[in-house]
């Protein structure tokens, strides 16, 4: 190429002296660009309307997915401009920028949260809260709450803090990513072609040799700094996205959706395009069809909507590749709004001043609405005046954010202070919030801060379990604080109260859990640290296969099946009696005819076939704990589903209403549990409120839409006969429990 096409060449590719403000410039030094708003504008939209249950938006959550590849591009365009230019990456001035960027919001909503639960947030939900602000200050949420939590399913364990795991992910790719680049730099960028200074006298800039030579200089820098950056990232995304296909697990989702080593391939994608487009060839072609690029990306993401989820959370499409598509249709869309004019068509859209400041504040945005959305129980039940509430104070919150605290921290003195003072002061501010989550408890930090105590031993109840345990915690908390009692958590989601690993059809933890690791280290802490007076014993996965000590499948049923269960059930009431409580175990109860809309002829998972198809390894679980509980003084049993359940069978009839408690006997021709005799179940001394009898059927559904969890509107008198039953069973001789046993006594 002759240093005349050359010259030509880089004065179409060079930025124009005096750049119009229709025209993107995403490589100028301090250019930020309204289009690139737009997009941020809509990832956050569609998270929020996500949250807030607005119908038809299950896929919401691909908003996140917009934010990574998005993060990855500009990242990569700020470190290769400075590798362009230094031929090195000053990691900590990276660092500190990010930490001027980020931290400050981030920390002031955990801040805000912290406070909420020392001084609001109800007993139960403490210690929990105080371990996912710990995880959070650490940027490692992510896989706190893969353990912890689901994000899909509504199993009663949503934190105010769970939508931070998107926050862990970006903060361990800007740790990770840069680090990579620098290797990459010191390795294969040792001899770039060489960087100019301006021109001196006597070298003016319109010579056209000395131009040519600086402009061939630059693009060939360019070009290898592109080749060795794009390798690096190809090469990683198509790692991260078999992994996210190979931990996909249709039960336990989680893993894989949350997952840094699952999702890394978003920004690594984003990180891509951004290699791509230095090379002039590239950015021409973005230029050019721009438009085209931005509306193919505009319609993928519509189609990520459309198709990548249901009610239930992500299809399994998603997992096998449609996560990866839709990706790269988003990466396709910024590159065409990083290059394209903003003074009409698609881009002007993209760049109408209200969808750019939404953009300019979406990081507020994305922050505080999670916690309001929680606050106001607006997911996953659509309420439309508490989805308008939420959107509009988070908009105010995030506006007021930004303009009064983010901005002049970020452009302020902070700013202007050498990188390691930033970041010791970052680590600073988080060292003080990591000390306040000890006042919450959960944590290994509480052993230095003391908790604060939820209410004397007397008047505190634990409650352990499954999904069905912790959904009720709510209408426990409030019910058992009318009596003047706690009530704490221990329950956890696809886990039995025993504290051994449950399995599925083809012989994997259920869940992906793994509950012997989880369960009775939570139990222990919580135990020790309330001393309680009783702990409430629900859930169902007693009755599912389990692995053996040895880590053997053992079938349920099976006679050394039952070995190992009667073994667990004493070393499980050891543990929760430990510090003398009596331990108050509630009999497994029928499913509801929900199940079938669970449990069709097409799938049905083998624990959920048990519950309905196996109705001996209920009866024979519960016949286990009662002659147990006949000879363990600290022990004793009641029966819940003559509450719910409208006849014998299994599944059982279980329309609403429910019976409530009121001044009338329970009739004679009431429905015994199997394992109960009739006259243990209707003594009028077993309860101090008796139940009504049944009234016909309202048309309103099943107590239990899924077979198994109740719904909101039953939980508050569920949990008020519940305990009323569990403040006789302790105090009534009667009923098996002497009150003089020396196990603390529930006060009324």
């Excluded at 919030?433 to 959960?442: F, N, Q, T």
């Excluded at 024979?620 to 003559?642: G, M, P």
């Excluded at 139940?691 to 969890?709: C, E, K, Q, T, W």
Aim: proline residues 7%.
């Amino acid at each position: 190429m002759t240093d005349l096409k050359v010259q030509q060449r880089a004065a179409q590719d060079a930025p124009p002296t005096t750049p119009p403000r229709t025209r993107a410039q995403l490589h100028q030094p301090k250019g930020r660009l309204d289009t690139l708003d737009g997009i941020r504008t809509i990832a956050v939209m569609l998270v929020v309307f996500y949250h807030v249950s607005v119908p038809g938006v299950t896929a919401g959550f691909i908003g996140v997915d917009v934010f990574f590849v998005l993060s990855g591009y500009l990242i990569t365009t700020l470190l290769i401009r400075e590798i362009n230019g230094t031929g090195r990456i000053d990691l900590a001035r990276f660092w500190a920028r990010r930490v001027l960027r980020l931290m400050p919001a981030s920390l002031l909503v955990i801040a805000v949260v912290v406070g909420w639960g020392v001084l609001a947030a109800p007993a139960y939900q403490r210690p929990s809260l105080g371990a996912d602000a710990l995880w959070s200050l650490l940027y490692v949420a992510n896989w706190r709450f893969i353990s912890s939590s689901s994000y899909f399913a509504n199993d009663g364990t949503q934190s105010p803090l769970q939508h931070v795991w998107s926050l862990a992910v970006e903060e361990q790719f800007y740790l990770g990513w840069p680090l990579l680049l620098v290797l990459a730099t010191a390795i294969f960028l040792r001899r770039m072609p060489p960087r100019h200074s301006p021109p001196s006298a006597g070298m003016p800039w319109s010579d056209a040799r000395n131009v040519g030579q600086v402009e061939q200089d630059r693009i060939a820098r360019l070009r290898q700094i592109a080749v060795v950056i794009g390798v690096l990232a190809g090469v990683q995304v198509i790692l991260s996205a078999a992994a996210l296909w190979l931990l996909y697990d249709p039960s336990a989702p989680d893993r894989a959706y949350m997952g840094t080593d699952a999702k890394a391939f978003e920004p690594l994608l984003g990180a891509l395009a951004a290699a791509v487009v230095q090379t002039p060839r590239a950015r021409r072609f973005a230029r050019r069809y721009a438009d085209a690029l931005m509306l193919t990306g505009l319609l993928g993401i519509l189609g990520g909507v459309l198709t990548l989820a249901d009610s239930n959370g992500p299809k399994p499409a998603y997992f096998g590749g449609g996560a990866l598509v839709f990706a790269i249709l988003c990466a396709l869309l910024i590159v065409g709004a990083a290059f394209t004019r903003d003074d009409y068509g698609i881009g002007r859209l993209l760049a109408w001043t209200p969808m750019a400041y939404l953009g300019r504040i979406s990081y507020g945005i994305y922050l505080w609405h999670w916690p309001l959305a929680v606050w106001a129980g607006t997911h996953p039940q659509w309420k439309p005046a508490q989805a308008a509430a939420v959107v509009a104070g988070t908009i105010v919150l995030a506006a007021t954010s930004h303009h009064f605290y983010e901005r002049p921290i970020r452009t302020g003195r902070p700013a202007r202070i050498p990188s390691w003072q930033v970041l010791g002061g970052g680590g600073l501010a988080i060292s003080m919030l990591v000390a306040s989550c000890g006042l919450l408890g959960g944590t290994p930090v509480s052993s230095i801060v003391p908790p604060l105590r939820p209410g004397s031993e007397e008047d505190t109840i634990v409650v352990v379990g499954d999904s069905v345990a912790r959904r009720m915690m709510p209408a426990l908390a409030r019910q058992g604080a009318a009596r003047g009692l706690t009530v704490l958590n221990a329950a956890r989601g696809g886990c039995p109260s025993l504290g051994v690993n449950v399995v599925g059809d083809d012989g994997t933890l259920v869940n992906g859990v793994d509950c012997a690791a989880a369960v009775p280290s939570a139990q222990r802490e919580t135990i020790e640290q309330a001393r309680p007076s009783a702990v409430l014993w629900w859930s169902r996965y007693e009755l599912a296969d389990r692995q053996g000590p040895d880590g053997t499948v053992l079938k349920a049923g099976t006679s050394a099946f039952w070995q190992a269960q009667e073994v667990a059930l004493k070393q499980t009431v050891d543990r929760l009696a430990a510090t003398g409580a009596t331990v108050l175990i509630v009999e497994v109860d029928r499913v509801g005819l929900g199940i079938n809309a669970r449990c069709t002829t097409a799938s049905c998972p083998g624990f959920l076939r048990a519950l309905r198809d196996n109705d001996t390894l209920r009866t024979t679980w519960n016949t286990l704990v009662r002659e147990y509980a006949a000879t363990d003084r600290r022990v004793a049993v009641v029966t819940i589903d003559d509450v719910f359940c409208r006849d014998a069978d299994n599944p059982c009839d279980d329309r609403l209403p429910m019976r409530s408690a009121g001044p009338e006997t329970t009739p004679p021709n009431a429905t015994p549990s199997p394992t109960q005799p009739a006259q243990a179940r209707l003594d009028p001394a077993a309860s101090s409120r008796p139940l009504r009898a049944f009234a016909a059927p309202d048309g309103s559904g099943y107590a239990r839409p899924d077979g198994s969890h109740f719904r909101d509107s039953v939980t508050a008198s569920l949990a008020d006969i519940l305990l009323t039953r569990l403040e006789s069973v302790v105090a009534d001789p009667r009923n098996g429990v002497p009150a003089t046993t020396g196990a603390a006594h529930i006060p009324k």
